[in-house]
């Protein structure tokens, strides 16, 4: 493609327009027919801001509202941090708020669970029987017999606040099924999550991540404009992604080696001698024994590895300290992956800290200041609760806060440590987003009461026994929230409603307070949402009238480089490139390399990988009517080699089976992928009625993947499952 | 001056994520199944057995400033607008023919399975009218699509086409230039996808002895209506929708394609 210019039959080279525009109103007048279209009026819309919530971006936007309907969302140009874009699903989030399939009033379950009979109930009977049932559960097998469990939503906190006031431990989100394993990577080795100020790096190696997909905002936007700068992106993943196919470079890793290319890296720095030797004599603990660690750990070792030549390698690792401190290797978000992703992430961390680019512009810099303030509250305690959440210690670092839902749900089944058996859900959708579906079902089948809050009927609401629906983040007042853009700093956001909320629907924050009078511990919402904005503010006085003014307020952003000479948040204070608190556990202090593990199953040869389509946020936007003419099915990807020897052709329905379960879906021959790994998206298969467009369409992924958790933190690891292939029909 | 409409597109920053092709459908309520706009794949080219550089390209109606779709139209539903280049179809005229559909060679055309009538890109008079640009232009995340009066020089679109002056391409079908006002910058691809522009026999014989006004008479007075409506009937069996036209959909199809 690169000398399409020649071909000037096609492609004709458009000299004249530059010059000539002289000329082109004389052109317009002899054209055929030209004649003058009437006037066009503008449209009488109000415009009102918002923040999207088709991901967890959260962009900033405008609403275009005719005589009380949303007639499209456009960008909000203020907000700097997306760089003014609103993606497809931000489009289509006016989908979402008009979806006929919608939940439109408080639903009782009727028939068997997940029969999909129910019966419409008002709103005082639902939250009277919520409210019984969390009573009940209370009482039988004490406070922490309620899990909870939210998604990304500027609303969440609230159910963390209710959680810890009706006194349970057991609250996860959906980061246990994402992003934790690189979080404690990064915790443990610079003691925070940094982030990456892409816009000013020179040299990015993506792993583990396909930005031009699953975005992130600014960092998608960004990774092209420093492309066009001189800057060198060089991704690894074996799929060809849109990110592949816009980088300066592509390599098709092997699935699961991502840490032997790290530790070769690391390996050139030190024995070449790359890194800053002052910042690493003064910042990071551990030269010494990383050193020894990969002394053996040569390009050409990992080239066995990983598949990727020695020589490419060694350059790379080159390139990168030569562009060093402005280069990093990107943190990722997902991280969920294999059962040692913490220290997969651990080497990508140690990179990072041989590159001296912590705080530096173009590295990986610490949070900005939000200058947000929280709004107190102590939790009550009470004494007859078990000592800790029904996963505490099943792993050596898991987060408290977050825990594991993957853990959780197995000792739900188990009834051990504690049983556990009330579920309060809102706006997550494990159902459709943990690996090993039928143990999420034998997980509620466990259950004595399970509600879900939600604006679709997504396939967990489908299991439960009420469902109570929520506005769109369209149709709500939200608290502020804080969003992070590399060295940018922090910006914040609120939102009101561009429209009153739809049908019967309630926002989880007004169900929470009522719940809380009815049962006894009004004070935790003691407060409405302008009154929570305002304590939030606090320290901000002049937010309030620019959020209304802008959409979005800039907090003040110091420079970088002002953690330069302050200790870090570890045990050494230093940057651990070997950990001392992993040492302690008796973990391995330095990330220790083996070998992916080979299919246990001869039959099963295909490693199963998960990822994602800039259409497409997992389960919760498959079924939008616009994202479905995007995405209208998922396909199994499979390399054109291989299915030659299966026999499979394009478009082919193709039987995919594991030890999970199993599922038929088209195949999508390409050689966009790698001979030893199959992919398909998530979101698919679904089993909810109310789901028309992805039930009964494509295959679950969460169908076919084992129930597997990062060894260190719980995290799920969903690489980690192998996969049969078969036409369907042949034998 | 007469104002001329263009886009001006740098499709090497194009990321393929389809926020235009899903803006324009929420901006115009395009039916489900048909679309304004589209993003092309260039099959990647393959160097040292593996995958190269892949490259996306965004398009639309490119508003020729020669455009075979106005020779096409029997009734002058579609004409170019003097006041600023781009070419209109005025619903009230347009009886739903479908000539002007393979008169594109871009695939620009198609027609609206709910009104019957041809549609396609009309850089969203309405958002211009409050000020703000199309809405593809206007939601991009790349900002690969620029949008402007190429006339004048103040514009976005006629400074990024001066300052790439002598790398400015267009797409155009094989020895059939409609002079798109269509730009890319530097290079694009895929190239080639153009077709020769197909006019019914009879329908160029017409063309060239009706003059324009005349033309639009017949239009105004029906007597198009009449002429074109077995014709209207019979590209109404077919399964037409969006039949020249790339959409995403078919954009999958092709993946098939790439080891060729």
Known sequence: MSSNISRRDFLRLAGMAATATAATAAQAALAPEARAAGAVTAPQWESKFGACDMCFNRCGLIARVERGVIKKLDPNPKFTKSRGMLCARGNAGVDQVYDPERIKTPML????????????????????????????????????????SAGADTQSQFVHRFAEAFGSYNITSHESLCLLSGNRAFVDTFGDVPLPDVRSSKYVILAGANRMEALVTPDSMDLMTIMREGAKVVVLDPRYTKSAALASEWHAIKPGTDMAFMLALAHVIITEKLYDPKFVAERTSGLDQLAAHVAEMTPAWAEAETGIPAADILRMARELAA????????????????????????????????????????????????????????????????????DAKSVPLLFDDEGSFVITRENIIKGAPYPLKGWFVYKTNPMATAPDRRKTREMIDKLEFMVVVDIAMSDTAWMADLVLPAPSALERQDPVQALQAGAEGACLVWRDPVIPALHQSRPVFEILKTLSVKLGFPEAFDFDIPKYREMQLAALPEAAEILKRDGVYYPPNPPLGGTDGQPFKTPSTKIELYSNRYADLGLDPLPVYASPKASPDAGRKFRLVAGRSACVTQASSTNNALLSEFEPENTLWLNEESAKELGVKQGDVVQVESPAGKGELKALVTPKIRKDTVYMLSGFGTISGKLSHTTGV??????????????????????????SVKKKGAA | MNAKLAMVIDSAKCIDCKACVAACKQANGVSRGVWRNWIKEAVPPVENGKLGRGHFQPGACMHCDEPSCVIACPTGATFKDKADGSVVIDPKLCIGCGNCIP?????????????????????????????????CVDTCPTKARVFGDISDPNSDAAKLLAANQGKVVRVIAKQNDTKPNMYYIASTAPDGWAVKPVNPLSFDALSQVVAPLVKYAVGLSGLGVLAMLGRQLLVGQKPDVGTPHEGPEKDKKEDGHDAR
């Open chain 1, 698 to 723: 494509g295959a679950s992924i969460v169908e076919l993947m084992e129930s597997r958790f990062d060894a260190i933190c719980g995290n799920s690891a969903i690489h980690e499952t192998f996969v």
């Open chain 1, 323 to 390: 562009a060093a401190p402005a280069a990093m290797v990107y943190p990722g978000r997902r991280s969920s992956d294999y059962e040692n992703s913490t220290q997969i992430r651990r080497s990508f961390a140690i990179v990072n800290a041989l590159l001296g680019n912590w705080d530096r512009p173009g590295g990986l810099v610490p949070a900005r200041p939000a200058g947000l303030k929280k709004v107190p509250f102590e939790p009550p305690f009470y004494d007859d609760n078990p000592p800790g959440r029904v």
């Open chain 1, 109 to 148: 379950r009727v028939g068997n669970r997940g029969e999909g009979k129910w019966k419409a109930i008002g709103w005082d009977e639902a939250l009277d029987l919520a409210a019984s049932k969390m009573k009940d559960i209370a009482a039988k097998y004490t406070r922490c017999g309620m899990l909870f």
């Open chain 2, 103 to 135: 008169s594109c060679p871009y695939g620009a055309r198609f027609r609206d399975p709910v009104r019957r009538i041809a549609d396609k890109c009309t850089y969203c008079p309405e958002r211009r009218a409050a000020g703000l640009p199309p809405a």
